[in-house]
């Protein structure tokens, strides 16, 4: 039996201080969801076994409340319930509140305070009734192919109300580029709307249109390219510096850097800073990948990430390899840099096994099976060593370090790590010899 | 109604799980059931009774001695394999934003993967029911109050109705009923030039046009089939195809795979001409066709990372890797064309890379957060994948299955994604439906492509050489080749009755419903 708590509260849970201002309208709908179930807080900062007799049995009406279960019973049992929840005053639990999602400028809605959320909800029933009006207002001048300034306006205003119309965006780029309106002004414009609304790419595909077409218009100017290369790369970083990962931001940046030629002007310099904030950016990587192995001052032209490049020099290839080591030493775990370095190796046709004692930093693994622990730091690092030993022809070595794969340190992946095994005893070897493999079947199925 | 009260004082849980009822013969009764009648029993009416000891979790009898509906099971606990319950086993010191990110999201996934939520039942492998009725009302409800034309959604009115007839139609729901609605949605849409906007007055963009061809390919009928202007469409499409060999998303818009993807779906299920029109930008004098240099321009937007990106040079991403493989599925056969063209052993390591534990579930990107939809757009890819490894199943004349010549197997956790989904990703409160993350609200996006990513794990894909379902000769017919088979073991974590229906591996839809459509069009010979 539940001990008879010797130090248990007389009172009941206290009933809801009278109104309170709450700084946002989620911790006002947080508290009001305590407030409604008094019980089980109680409960389980108590513990059940120390309750009060009487708590204990409001507790249990609270919890049938809140689960539903009092509806099956038998209407006698049901009546009985709901004279106690009644006599008790017991509150009916309200649902846990549900995230109420973001914005249309990407902003949490519940971080708004409880007057501006109601301000919010009534706007956006105002919106609903405008934006049909000025839509159906927009529809007819397109019908008509009307660019005219009043275009511009009509744009602006419904772009405002809702950035996530694509034809809208599209007339007005149209409308912009036949009327030869300033792009710089344009530019600043759109950098305001993006800055409100994170999540949306049509922003993005306008400022592609409008960049296009001033790189014609500015034609050879060097200096004006390199100044709207500075202002394009300042606000990506005010981007960047509320979501670092944005992936729409990240394709325009690699398009600008085709476009404007950026690939020595800091574009590495950039990755690294982002790197140093935070090493497990992979967008950040990934961007450093394709501005070290696209640039066409030494890659070769049409060259795949995934293939072998003779143009890169050497010296690139070592910067970029000492560059992703000394990333996996401050956090071994990080894939990041592990996908990085085999996508260096695999661009300078080196092998992984000129890595082995690098990789071999993070896993230490006793000569003999069962002879003491092993001490793996990187199941990245342990995955490499294996294509590096099957590259070896240490099919014994890479097979164990497979095995501990699967059974150990990364046992999510258990069946890849068996199908990695079983390529292993296959003719080719490691992973680069999974090629045959599809010779083989090409040919016994006579394609 | 009884309570299960773990005996630790700082974890105190409360929960109601299904009764097995002796001589009705749904569960064998069990040593852990068993012992479970004891406890009851024993305990007493009408107090709490709470048992401090250590391991055993102590039953506690209701207050009111209504009849009771549930036991609990209480070695639920030791059928959940420690692999979702415990943190990973290397995790580096250095903190940064995304690994802070990653440890809460573990945080939050960890009490629904151990079943700690009171208010869920769950199985003797920790695992809840799937919540049909539920999840199956909500789907119904999002298409009752669609987004009043204009506001922000507005663009997205057609996805809602992919998503909820998908979702229908996998869950067993007959959506015929929506059909004309459907119709009269769409119809004002199709612009005279090819395609559908997303809304009223608005430009035929591929997104919208891809869900709702979907959508009336799903509640099927010569009417809705009737509704698509085929002849403008196939013109259309020749103005989105580009020169380099890719095809953007709308008229002077982005081109991405997603265009490549969709373009490819239009062309085969409606069965159009591959020819170039010769208003298309990509037209030449060398006589190209909407399908030339397509799938080298995608096979450059794998990464080094073995993934696939939205475009050249961009970050290897889930989604755009589904619809690369889709794509290139539809352009041929999947063990001749996608070794072709895509470095496979990369891919399938990094696609390999993308599930998580204790999560279970799937991330988009490297470093980036399990999300419910990745359980299709990275789940969706192990089919195409397993299919191009495997090589084709050989259907004899006699129709009878040979064993693929190298059965791979599956190359992900099954049951790590199926946890993540039964656990993580079901809304359990009356609102129903399925979402990216227990923090996050669920949606129709994440209810269909988290359904679709269950019902992926749930069955096995065999692509068949000789099995053309659709007699139709002509282009493009690898997509139909496709046969499914539910995945039967000694050791299912999920109920039976939670087996959803199966999904084209390719187009995203009930099977079947593809076959149908396309011999529709087939057979009318021209537009």
């Given at each position: 039996?539940?001990?008879?708590?010797?130090?248990a509260?007389k009172?009941?849970?206290?009933?809801p201080?009278?109104?309170k201002?709450y700084?946002t309208?989620?911790?006002?709908l947080?508290?009001?969801?305590?407030?409604?179930r008094?019980?089980?807080?109680?409960a389980?900062?108590?513990?059940?076994?120390?309750?009060?007799?009487?708590?204990?049995?409001?507790?249990a009406?609270?919890?049938?409340?809140?689960?539903?279960?009092w509806r099956?019973?038998?209407?006698?049992?049901?009546?009985?319930?709901?004279?106690?929840?009644?006599?008790?005053?017991?509150?009916?639990?309200l649902?846990?509140p549900?995230?109420?999602?973001?914005?249309?400028?990407?902003i949490?809605?519940?971080?708004?305070?409880?007057?501006?959320?109601?301000?919010?909800?009534?706007?956006?029933?105002?919106?609903e009734?405008l934006?049909?009006?000025t839509?159906g207002?927009l529809?007819a001048?397109?019908a008509?192919?009307e660019?005219?300034?009043?275009?511009?306006e009509?744009?602006e205003?419904?772009?405002?109300?809702n950035?996530?119309?694509?034809?809208v965006?599209?007339?007005?780029?149209?409308?912009?580029l036949?009327?030869?309106?300033?792009?710089?002004?344009?530019?600043?414009?759109?950098?305001?709307?993006?800055?409100?609304?994170?999540?949306?790419?049509?922003?993005?595909?306008?400022r592609?249109?409008?960049?296009?077409?001033?790189?014609?218009d500015?034609?050879?100017?060097e200096?004006?390219?390199?100044?709207l290369?500075?202002?394009?790369?300042?606000?990506?970083?005010?981007?960047?510096?509320?979501?670092?990962?944005n992936?729409?931001?990240?394709?325009?940046?690699?398009?600008?850097?085709?476009?404007?030629?950026?690939?020595?002007?800091?574009?590495?310099?950039?990755?690294?800073?982002?790197?140093?904030?935070?090493?497990?950016?992979?967008?950040?990587w990934?961007?450093?990948?394709?501005?070290?192995?696209?640039?066409?001052?030494?890659?070769?032209?049409?060259?795949k990430?995934?293939?072998?490049d003779?143009g890169?020099?050497?010296?690139?290839?070592d910067r970029e390899i000492?560059?992703?080591?000394?990333?996996?030493?401050?956090?071994?775990?990080?894939?990041?840099?592990w996908?990085?370095?085999?996508?260096?190796?695999?661009?300078?046709?080196?092998?992984?096994?000129?890595?082995?004692?690098?990789?071999?930093e993070?896993v230490?693994i006793?000569?003999k099976?069962?002879?003491?622990?092993?001490?793996?730091?990187?199941?990245?690092?342990?995955?490499?060593?294996?294509?590096a030993?099957?590259?070896?022809?240490?099919?014994?070595?890479?097979?164990?370090?497979l095995?501990?794969?699967?059974?150990?340190?990364d046992?999510?992946?258990?069946?890849y790590?068996?199908?990695?095994?079983?390529l292993?005893?296959?003719d080719?070897?490691?992973?680069?010899?999974?090629?045959?493999?599809?010779?083989?079947?090409?040919?016994?199925f006579?394609? | 109604?009884?309570?299960?009260?773990?005996?630790?004082?700082s974890?105190?849980?409360?929960?109601?799980?299904?009764?097995?009822?002796?001589?009705?013969?749904?569960?064998?009764?069990s040593?852990?059931?068993?012992?479970?009648?004891?406890?009851?029993?024993?305990?007493?009416r009408?107090?709490?009774?709470?048992?401090?000891?250590?391991?055993?979790?102590?039953i506690?009898?209701d207050?009111?001695?209504?009849?009771?509906?549930?036991?609990m099971s209480?070695?639920?606990?030791?059928?959940?394999?420690?692999?979702?319950?415990?943190?990973?086993?290397?995790?580096?010191?250095?903190?940064?934003?995304?690994?802070?990110?990653q440890?809460e999201?573990?945080?939050?996934?960890?009490?629904?993967?151990?079943?700690?939520?009171?208010?869920?039942?769950?199985?003797?492998?920790g695992?809840?029911?799937?919540?049909?009725?539920?999840?199956?009302n909500?789907?119904?409800?999002?298409?009752?109050?669609?987004?009043?034309?204009y506001?922000?959604?507005?663009?997205s009115r057609?996805?809602?109705?992919?998503w909820?007839?998908?979702?229908?139609?996998?869950?067993?729901?007959?959506?015929?009923?929506?059909?004309?609605?459907l119709i009269?949605?769409?119809?004002?849409?199709q612009?005279?030039?090819?395609g559908?906007?997303g809304g009223?007055g608005?430009?035929?963009?591929?997104?919208?046009?891809?869900?709702?061809?979907?959508s009336?390919?799903?509640?099927?009928?010569?009417e809705?089939?009737?509704?698509?202007?085929?002849?403008?469409?196939w013109?259309?499409?020749?103005a989105?195809k580009?020169p380099?060999?890719?095809?953007?998303?709308?008229?002077?818009?982005?081109?991405?795979v997603?265009?490549?993807?969709?373009?490819?779906v239009?062309l085969t299920?409606?069965?159009?001409?591959?020819?170039l029109?010769?208003?298309?930008p990509?037209?030449?004098?060398?006589?190209?066709?909407l399908?030339?240099?397509?799938?080298?321009?995608?096979?450059k937007?794998?990464t080094?990372?073995?993934?696939?990106?939205?475009r050249?040079?961009?970050?290897?991403?889930?989604?755009?890797?589904?619809?690369?493989?889709?794509?290139?599925?539809?352009?041929?056969?999947?063990?001749?064309?996608?070794p072709?063209?895509?470095?496979?052993?990369?891919?399938?390591?990094?696609?390999?890379?993308?599930?998580?534990?204790?999560?279970?579930?799937?991330?988009?990107?490297?470093?980036?957060?399990?999300?419910g939809?990745?359980?299709?757009?990275?789940?969706?890819?192990?089919p195409l994948i397993?299919?191009?490894l495997d090589?084709p199943?050989?259907?004899?004349?006699a129709?009878?299955?040979?064993?693929?010549?190298?059965?791979?197997?599956?190359?992900?956790?099954?049951?790590?994604?199926?946890?993540?989904?039964?656990?993580?990703?079901?809304?359990?409160?009356?609102?129903?439906?399925?979402?990216?993350?227990p923090?996050h609200n669920?949606?129709?996006?994440?209810?269909?492509y988290v359904?679709a990513g269950?019902?992926?794990?749930?069955?096995?894909?065999?692509?068949?050489?000789?099995?053309?379902k659709?007699?139709?000769?002509?282009?493009?017919?690898s997509?139909?080749?496709?046969?499914?088979?539910?995945?039967?073991e000694?050791l299912?974590?999920?109920?039976?009755?939670d087996r959803?229906g199966?999904?084209?591996?390719?187009?995203?839809?009930?099977?079947g419903?593809?076959?149908?459509?396309?011999?529709?069009?087939?057979?009318?010979?021209?537009?």
């Amino acid at each position: 039996m539940a001990p008879k708590g010797s130090k248990a509260p007389k009172a009941r849970p206290k009933p809801p201080d009278p109104p309170k201002e709450y700084p946002t309208i989620a911790d006002e709908l947080l508290a009001a969801y305590q407030e409604s179930r008094p019980y089980q807080t109680l409960a389980a900062s108590k513990g059940i076994q120390n309750l009060t007799a009487n708590e204990k049995a409001c507790y249990a009406h609270a919890v049938f409340l809140e689960t539903g279960a009092w509806r099956s019973w038998p209407a006698a049992t049901q009546n009985e319930f709901w004279k106690t929840i009644q006599s008790e005053k017991i509150p009916i639990p309200l649902p846990k509140p549900q995230d109420l999602g973001r914005d249309t400028r990407g902003i949490e809605v519940g971080k708004y305070t409880p007057a501006e959320f109601k301000l919010y909800l009534r706007r956006e029933r105002e919106i609903e009734g405008l934006l049909g009006k000025t839509m159906g207002y927009l529809r007819a001048i397109m019908a008509a192919k009307e660019h005219s300034p009043r275009v511009l306006e009509l744009t602006e205003h419904i772009i405002s109300m809702n950035a996530a119309h694509y034809t809208v965006w599209l007339y007005r780029s149209q409308t912009l580029l036949a009327l030869n309106s300033s792009i710089p002004a344009e530019l600043e414009w759109v950098n305001n709307v993006a800055l409100d609304n994170q999540k949306n790419y049509q922003i993005w595909h306008h400022r592609q249109i409008l960049v296009e077409h001033l790189v014609q218009d500015v034609g050879s100017d060097e200096g004006k390219l390199r100044e709207l290369g500075k202002s394009e790369v300042a606000f990506m970083k005010e981007m960047f510096d509320e979501d670092a990962k944005n992936y729409h931001v990240w394709s325009y940046r690699q398009w600008l850097v085709r476009k404007l030629d950026l690939w020595q002007k800091g574009e590495i310099e950039d990755c690294e800073r982002l790197l140093r904030e935070d090493v497990r950016n992979n967008s950040a990587w990934a961007h450093r990948f394709f501005v070290v192995f696209s640039n066409p001052r030494y890659c070769t032209e049409g060259s795949k990430a995934t293939e072998f490049d003779g143009g890169i020099p050497d010296e690139i290839l070592d910067r970029e390899i000492e560059f992703s080591k000394a990333a996996c030493f401050e956090a071994p775990q990080n894939q990041s840099p592990w996908n990085y370095l085999r996508g260096v190796l695999k661009k300078g046709g080196r092998k992984l096994v000129s890595l082995e004692c690098f990789a071999g930093e993070f896993v230490k693994i006793p000569e003999k099976e069962g002879e003491g622990e092993e001490d793996v730091k990187s199941s990245h690092a342990l995955d490499f060593l294996a294509d590096a030993w099957a590259e070896k022809g240490e099919r014994e070595k890479a097979d164990r370090a497979l095995r501990l794969l699967g059974d150990k340190y990364d046992r999510i992946r258990k069946n890849y790590w068996d199908w990695r095994r079983a390529l292993l005893k296959s003719d080719g070897g490691g992973l680069g010899g999974i090629e045959g493999q599809f010779v083989v079947g090409a040919k016994l199925f006579g394609h | 109604m009884t309570f299960l009260i773990k005996g630790k004082k700082s974890q105190q849980r409360v929960r109601f799980i299904k009764r097995a009822i002796a001589g009705q013969g749904s569960h064998d009764p069990s040593p852990a059931s068993e012992s479970l009648h004891y406890d009851q029993q024993q305990a007493q009416r009408p107090d709490f009774i709470t048992e401090n000891s250590k391991d055993k979790p102590a039953i506690v009898d209701d207050a009111f001695g209504a009849s009771s509906r549930s036991v609990m099971s209480a070695k639920t606990a030791s059928m959940i394999p420690d692999l979702f319950t415990t943190l990973p086993p290397i995790r580096d010191l250095l903190q940064t934003g995304s690994s802070r990110v990653q440890d809460e999201t573990i945080q939050e996934c960890l009490p629904f993967l151990k079943g700690a939520d009171l208010n869920v039942q769950c199985n003797e492998h920790g695992v809840p029911q799937l919540d049909r009725p539920r999840h199956i009302n909500f789907l119904h409800k999002s298409l009752r109050k669609l987004p009043a034309p204009y506001v922000a959604a507005d663009a997205s009115r057609p996805w809602m109705f992919y998503w909820a007839l998908a979702g229908l139609a996998a869950m067993g729901e007959d959506v015929s009923q929506y059909r004309e609605r459907l119709i009269s949605t769409v119809q004002p849409i199709q612009n005279s030039t090819g395609g559908f906007g997303g809304g009223n007055g608005q430009l035929s963009h591929l997104a919208p046009t891809y869900a709702i061809l979907l959508s009336l390919v799903i509640v099927g009928g010569e009417e809705a089939l009737e509704v698509i202007d085929r002849k403008a469409m196939w013109k259309w499409l020749g103005a989105l195809k580009q020169p380099d060999g890719g095809f953007q998303m709308c008229v002077g818009g982005e081109e991405d795979v997603r265009g490549a993807y969709i373009a490819a779906v239009i062309l085969t299920l409606l069965d159009l001409p591959i020819e170039l029109s010769r208003e298309s930008p990509a037209w030449s004098r060398e006589g190209g066709t909407l399908l030339t240099n397509l799938p080298e321009w995608i096979s450059k937007c794998q990464t080094f990372e073995g993934g696939v990106s939205s475009r050249p040079d961009a970050e290897a991403h889930g989604a755009y890797a589904f619809c690369v493989l889709a794509c290139l599925s539809i352009l041929g056969d999947p063990h001749i064309i996608i070794p072709k063209y895509l470095d496979v052993p990369c891919l399938i390591s990094w696609l390999s890379s993308r599930q998580y534990a204790p999560e279970g579930g799937f991330s988009g990107r490297t470093n980036k957060l399990v999300d419910g939809c990745y359980s299709h757009w990275v789940g969706g890819c192990w089919p195409l994948i397993e299919a191009c490894l495997d090589g084709p199943s050989l259907g004899s004349p006699a129709g009878i299955q040979v064993a693929p010549l190298t059965a791979v197997g599956h190359l992900y956790s099954r049951e790590g994604l199926i946890r993540y989904i039964l656990c993580c990703c079901q809304d359990q409160t009356k609102r129903g439906g399925l979402r990216d993350k227990p923090s996050h609200n669920s949606d129709s996006y994440h209810t269909c492509y988290v359904l679709a990513g269950l019902s992926s794990a749930q069955h096995r894909w065999h692509f068949n050489t000789s099995a053309t379902k659709t007699a139709t000769g002509g282009m493009l017919n690898s997509a139909y080749q496709w046969t499914s088979e539910p995945i039967v073991e000694d050791l299912q974590i999920f109920d039976g009755a939670d087996r959803v229906g199966t999904w084209h591996p390719v187009f995203v839809i009930p099977e079947g419903a593809a076959e149908r459509a396309k011999e529709y069009f087939a057979s009318k010979g021209g537009f």
